[in-house]
């Protein structure tokens, strides 16, 4: 009888050097085929972050493999992912500390779906512990991060790692209008507008009582310690920047990944060198870039932050108008966003002989496109750089962190892509990196 292969030696034969060619998949690559191994062949799978988003991203990695912990702060979500029947079925093991989950020598494949300030903490720690890693996005909170997951993800480049930005997986509309532009179907772009929508307003919001399930010092982590307000936690982190880029990390990460790899401006040492901030508002009063009132939400609610590129095409990073991409060329314009991809050039199938499989192929790294998590297990299995990977979407994320960094201080900074430096403005520049509480700071490798 033929040995099958254990999930150990699935996992082994993942450890294929990045570029490698790689052997005759032993899986056929379909979440119901994942479905359909037995147990022992599917990768064991830890999933930290478990509220909305996370309880949804740890159902579509249940099609692959199998949900042996869970972990959250609020031990509401941990307890009600651990029973939900297509997580963890009332088998899994719920942490409160997720470092439970990656002392777990069983475990292969961690996902995080956190709040964005526990983000490149949680996947450094877990790189060097040996996982295979999917965050979800924005993959960080400030420009050094960006830094220090890039060296990470350099040193364990046996590991897959995808970023939750799906919209690169996306044939019908965002890989399409990629490939339109890459081919210069549009002619020389000259300007791209990245509609974001703007962040919402609200507050002055009470203090509380911390809610018994919810360990807050924890969910802080290297944030400042502030009073609970309910509407500080879960999902409303996003409209405050102690936590968060308001929405240009939130929808910025995706739909400006999508813009700067159209353009091929994702790539090392690569970015705008000029960011304007000045078209910005905010809820509430700011002073040397920071809100001086803690009870109300404090990201920007009404902006247009253009970027200049050396070779003169201009982005416009805006809340206004409809949320997509608007690239404007020489010869034609589109846009494009979740619900339609529209334009001449679209109508008239401009890319009819130019956007084959072999060109969707092509934007999928040499891999047959799929789903997006299809994706991150056939790059476990078979080695190479995942569709969203953490290299070319820091380049993304630079863009989103300078847009945060102009608007909180109103006014134009000047950014070098090569030495990743915010230049002639010390203030400016302080906002790379922050301080972190003692005893959350993130691992240097």
């Known amino acids: 009888m033929k040995k099958q292969k254990t999930r150990r030696d699935f996992i082994k034969s993942g450890a294929i050097a990045t570029g490698a060619v790689a052997a005759t998949p032993y899986f056929n690559w379909s979440a119901k085929a994942f479905a359909n191994q037995d147990k022992n062949d599917r990768p064991n799978i830890g999933c930290i972050g478990v509220g909305s988003m996370g309880s949804g991203d740890a159902r579509g990695h249940a099609n692959f493999g199998n949900i042996v912990a869970v972990c959250d702060v609020d031990e509401r979500h941990a307890l009600r992912a651990k029973n939900d029947g297509n997580i963890g079925r009332g ?17 292969d494949v961690v996902s995080i779906v956190t709040p964005d300030h526990w983000h490149i903490k949680i996947a450094v720690e877990a790189l060097e512990a040996g996982k295979h890693v999917f965050v979800q996005k924005p993959l960080t909170l400030t420009l050094e991060e960006n830094q220090l997951i890039r060296r990470a993800c ?19 509309k965002f890989m399409r209008a990629v490939n339109m532009v890459q081919k210069g179907l549009l002619g020389d772009i ?10 919402p307003t609200g507050g002055p919001f009470p203090i509380a009582d911390v809610p018994k399930e919810l360990n807050w010092e924890m969910w802080q982590g290297q944030a400042p310690a502030k009073e609970y307000r309910e509407k500080r936690c879960h999902y409303q982190f996003r409209w405050w920047y102690e936590y968060s880029g308001g929405k240009f990390t939130d929808w910025g990460a995706h739909h400006v990944d ?3 790899w159209a353009l091929n401006k994702n790539g090392s040492k690569q970015g705008p060198v000029e960011i304007d901030g000045t ?8 002073k040397d870039g920071h809100a001086t009132v803690e009870d109300s939400y404090n990201s920007s609610h009404k902006f247009s932050v253009m970027h200049k590129f050396k070779d003169g095409i201009t982005m416009d990073v805006t809340s206004h108008g409809d949320n997509g991409i608007t690239f404007e060329g020489t010869k034609g314009r589109i846009f494009v966003n979740r619900g339609k ?9 401009w890319d009819k002989d130019v956007y084959t499989d072999e060109e969707v192929s092509a934007l999928y790294k040499g891999k047959p496109h799929e789903g997006h998590k299809n994706n991150f297990y056939r790059c476990i299995r078979e ?4 569709v969203s990977d953490p290299f070319s979407h820091v380049q993304a994320m630079a863009v989103c962190h300078l847009s945060t960094i102009a608007a909180r201080l109103g006014r134009k900074i000047k950014w070098d892509p090569a030495k990743e430096k915010i230049v002639g403005d010390d203030q400016a520049a302080s906002f790379q990196a922050r301080e972190r509480r003692k005893g959350y700071d993130i691992l240097k490798v």
């Not at 000259?190 to 962040?199: D, R």
């Not at 080695?383 to 995942?386: E, F, Q």
Request: hydrophobic share 30%; net charge negative.
């Open 190 to 199: 000259k300007h791209v507008t990245v509609g974001i929508n703007g962040s």
């Open 154 to 172: 350099q040193k364990h480049k046996d590991l897959a790692f995808l970023v939750g930005t799906q919209q690169r997986s996306d044939r019908n």
């Open 383 to 386: 080695g190479g750089l995942t």
């Open 279 to 286: 078209n910005c508002e905010h809820p509430v009063e700011y």
């Open 341 to 349: 991809i529209v334009g001449a050039p679209i109508e008239e199938n």
């Open 91 to 107: 088998k899994a093991d719920a942490y409160g500390d997720y470092r439970e989950v990656l002392d777990r020598n069983d475990i």
């Open 258 to 260: 999508i813009a700067m």
